[in-house]
């Protein structure tokens, strides 16, 4: 069964920082390459991922079921 885990569309994403504030254990900012990544997790917080979701200006994190 897949893991339903959250995506970051850096390509989209404007590093605004606001999905690091509301689920700093889900996202990241990897300094080296200048782009927001997602933590490996065994299950993710569906609450704060959702409003990461929500908060985000550009639209550009996402649920997918590919894990």
Do not use: H
Not at 2 to 29: H, N, S, Y
Not at 57 to 64: F, H, L, T
Request: hydrophobic residues 45%; proline residues 6%.
């Amino acid at each position: 069964m897949a893991m339903k885990m959250p995506v970051v569309d850096i390509g989209r994403c404007t590093l605004c920082g606001g999905c690091i504030e509301v689920a700093p254990q889900v996202f990241r900012l990897n300094s080296v390459l200048g782009f927001i990544e997602v933590v490996d997790l065994e299950e993710y917080p569906v609450e704060d991922v959702d409003e990461a979701i929500r908060l985000c200006p550009v639209d550009c994190i996402e649920w997918s079921d590919d894990g």
